[in-house]
């Protein structure tokens, strides 16, 4: 029993690793990338702390290198669903009387271990899975995997420590629950930091969790997974089920136990997942909290005092890093007429410097795509603007699948705004331009506003403060991270608490206090002093 009052969580981002030429991490990182890539993992599903291997395996294969396997996984079925749901509930029983102090403490370890002796380790998974370059990984599975885990400790104290006013007559207090069943986690391929949250933050809320990583990405999120055991994770807490979405989905989506879903990945499955809850809700013993981050079609506004060679860097970067795959990057961007042979000529030289191969040579600036469907899909894309009358690509458009599955970046120019790579969620190193008369200022707001169903994030570049105002207004509903003169991409935990609404999700800010509420139920509790012993109100007495 702890009777103390415990201090303050305090939290502050982890630092970002520069991996210098002739620096000690530098050298960890690539003998540790060699090593990784030398070894063939074999992964198991792990359901209550043991491990089980159904021979029904998939493959763990190097983007940039597509016919390197570096690992096999079994995959989960109907059987491995049900076990996991019955080790979970089980699980939950002592999990969620743990004491939080003791919660917060396996993480918070977890957190210390990704920041030292295992940050090499998540950085070479996550660039050999994901093909992110060392840069890439640095910010993604090492930092933000760290700032997750310790801003997430921070609010749950801040939430913790919210009680009710106490009178004369009570003593009131909140008592923070977790939820009443097991929550399902289901992460992407793009972030192994996404995948570290989605599991973790309802964990540490006393929750016990199902978490079903992306097929093409099990890989890392299994070296996650080995970090939680090494920090202290009991058994059955968060039980690891690679496998078929839908197989695996069907079974607990119906189950009534279910209690929530931590959700990032597309806007389509969120919705059948939605729609799979409706259809049950009569079954379920309380209502599950749906909470998700869907796709994005992000946007990039100039006005004519932009600076442009501030927002052509932006642009880049935007669009570009880890190949456009992050669903902030920036996909179509709207320029004035009067600055744009500036900011074409630019864009198609600062374009052509960019090297793009394998992420294990440190000089290139991106990798290649997430595997031979994302390949496909992006290149369709390509394909019907070069075969369009309305566009024209200005920049890159070449696709190669032989070796990796590396698309140049492509910028492409349209003077349709209902172009369809202007609409479209791509998900890969596409960004689309288009031109409006400078006089037309408000008619490309109104584009922003109306050419897409999404909400996630956007940007305006000015210098002047009034169009600012004016834009950040206009524009509210269009983004839930909204930037100024900067990126569309790049949000840090802690000082952008990141997600969208319309169809980008459920704008619940991962890594911030609005996220944990969602997986505490508050039960209230009054311990009354003043004890009547006679129902009649004393006004009501002759």
């Not at 520069?18 to 620096?23: K, L, M, N």
């Not at 029904?56 to 995959?75: L, S």
């Amino acid at each position: 029993m702890n009777n103390g009052v415990i201090k303050e969580i305090g939290f502050e981002n982890e630092k970002v690793r520069e991996y210098a030429v002739g620096s000690k991490e530098r050298a960890e990182l690539k003998k540790t990338l060699k090593e990784m890539r030398e070894q063939m993992l074999d992964i198991p599903i792990v359901i209550g702390g043991k491990e089980i291997r159904t021979g029904n395996t998939g493959k763990c294969i190097v983007p940039h290198d597509n016919k390197k396997v570096i690992g096999i996984y079994h995959k989960a079925g109907k059987k491995e669903a049900e076990m996991a749901i019955d080790a979970a509930l089980s699980a939950k029983k002592k999990w969620e009387k743990l004491s939080w102090e003791h919660r917060v403490g396996i993480f918070l370890r977890a957190a210390e271990l990704a920041a030292g002796p295992w940050r090499a380790r998540l950085n070479a998974a996550t660039m050999l899975t994901q093909s992110k370059t060392y840069f890439q990984a640095e910010i993604d599975a090492a930092c933000e995997s760290v700032d997750f885990l310790k801003s997430n400790a921070s609010s749950l104290y801040k939430i913790y420590s919210e009680q009710p006013i106490s009178t004369r007559d009570s003593w009131n207090r909140t008592q923070y629950r977790p939820l009443d069943g097991f929550v399902f986690a289901v992460t992407p391929f793009n972030f192994t930091a996404i995948g570290c949250n989605l599991s973790a933050a309802p964990a540490m809320a006393g929750n016990t969790v199902i978490w079903k990583p992306a097929s093409n990405v099990v890989y890392s999120s299994y070296i996650v997974y080995q970090l939680f055991k090494e920090a202290g994770l009991p058994d059955g807490v968060i039980n690891f089920l690679p496998g078929s979405g839908s197989e695996i989905g069907n079974v607990v989506l119906k189950d009534p136990n279910l209690a929530g879903i931590h959700f990032t990945g597309s806007t389509d499955t969120f919705q059948e997942m939605w729609k799979a809850v409706g259809d049950n809700i009569q079954n379920y013993r309380s209502f599950p909290k749906l909470v998700g981050e869907t796709g994005g079609k992000n946007y990039v506004l100039a006005h004519a005092s932009a600076d442009v060679d501030t927002l052509v860097a932006a642009l880049i970067r935007g669009a570009y890093e880890l190949q456009g795959q992050k669903c902030s990057a920036t996909s179509r961007c709207y320029i004035p007429k009067g600055l744009w042979p500036e900011v074409k000529e630019k864009m198609i030289r600062e374009i052509s410097t960019i090297k793009v191969g394998d992420v294990e040579d440190f000089s290139n600036f991106i990798g290649a795509v997430i595997d031979q469907a994302s390949f496909d899909k992006i290149k369709s894309y390509i394909d019907y603007a070069k075969n369009s009358h309305d566009a024209e690509i200005l920049a890159g458009g070449k696709c190669d699948d032989s070796k990796g599955y590396f698309i140049e970046p492509t910028f492409i120019l349209t003077n349709n705004p209902d172009f369809r790579t202007l609409k479209e969620e791509i998900f890969g190193p596409v960004l689309t331009a288009y031109v409006y008369e400078d006089e037309r200022f408000d008619y490309a707001v109104d584009l922003c506003e109306s050419t897409t169903k999404y909400g996630l994030t956007g940007s305006i570049f000015a210098k002047d403060r009034y169009v600012i105002a004016e834009v950040e207004d206009k524009l509210m509903h269009t983004a839930g991270n909204f930037y100024i003169n900067d990126k569309t991409a790049g949000a840090s935990v802690g000082l952008q608490p990141f997600g969208g609404a319309r169809a980008s999700g459920t704008n619940d800010k991962v890594g911030s206090i609005f996220n944990m509420m969602r997986w505490i139920s508050p039960r209230v509790i009054k311990d009354n002093f003043n004890q009547v012993n006679d129902y009649r109100y004393s006004d009501n007495i002759e």
